[in-house]
T-cell receptor, first 114, second 112 residues
Framework: NAGVTQTPKFQVLKTGQSMTLQCAQD?????MSWYRQDPGMGLRLIHYSVGAGITDQGEVPNGYNVSRSTTEDFPLRLLSAAPSQTSVYFCASSYRTSGLYGYTFGSGTRLTVV | QKEVEQDPGPLSVPEGAIVSLNCTYSNSAFQYFMWYRQYSRKGPELLMYTYSSGNKEDGRFTAQVDKSSKYISLFIRDSQPSDSATYLCAMGANFGNEKLTFGTGTRLTIIP
């Protein structure tokens, strides 16, 4: 049981480049989300999805797109990378009753935009 | 003002000490409360969860919620060097509302 798998683990982008951060879970979780973690800011929600075909914006969605075509996958797309998007990105998933089970997080993608 | 406030630390204590980690919050709708532990360069992992007010104990860890004061705590007894990590509190409004709001995390170091 792999849990939540994020790829790549590290990435360096040039300003203006685009890329996709991959996230996959094998726990049949309905809910998936993307967070970014910055020093002093904690975890901030970028986008989330409550099921295949359904996505919504979180606290800091600008510059990012998501889609959820299957229950298992929830990729995050950076449209035109900016230095302000340098961060550690975490994907998380849970059952709808996240209050009981909490989130399962991936190990993160460390992104640097130069 | 943030919905959830957490002292970022860092906090250093000697091995065997009792550690108290705290969060305050402003949203009265929060009903369930969690603590996550995050080791360096890893994703957060769920450590404890509680629903509504009261205490919950799991081994050396005790989670405490005081909804009247909008204050939650995590106590670690007989602290070990392996407890050195960043601890994040998280809160949610109700079952079926999956979004959690996280504190900024407290970095804890247990000194052998």
């Amino acid at each position: 049981n792999a849990g939540v798998t994020q790829t790549p683990k590290f990435q360096v982008l040039k300003t203006g480049q685009s890329m996709t951060l991959q996230c996959a879970q094998d726990m049949n979780h309905e809910y998936m989300s993307w967070y970014r973690q910055d020093p002093g800011m904690g975890l901030r929600l970028i986008h989330y999805s409550v099921g295949a075909g359904i996505t919504d914006q979180g606290e800091v969605p600008n510059g990012y797109n998501v889609s959820r075509s299957t229950t298992e996958d929830f990729p995050l797309r950076l449209l035109s990378a900016a230095p302000s998007q340098t961060s550690v990105y975490f994907c998380a998933s849970s059952y709808r009753t996240s209050g009981l089970y909490g989130y399962t997080f991936g190990s993160g993608t460390r992104l640097t935009v130069v | 003002q943030k919905e959830v406030e957490q002292d970022p630390g860092p906090l250093s204590v000697p091995e065997g000490a009792i550690v108290s980690l705290n969060c305050t919050y402003s949203n009265s709708a929060f009903q369930y409360f969690m603590w996550y532990r995050q080791y360096s360069r890893k994703g957060p992992e769920l450590l404890m969860y509680t629903y509504s007010s009261g205490n919950k104990e799991d081994g050396r860890f005790t989670a405490q919620v005081d909804k009247s004061s909008k204050y939650i705590s995590l106590f670690i007894r007989d602290s070990q060097p392996s407890d050195s990590a960043t601890y994040l509190c998280a809160m949610g409004a109700n079952f079926g509302n999956e979004k959690l709001t996280f504190g900024t995390g407290t970095r804890l170091t247990i000194i052998p």
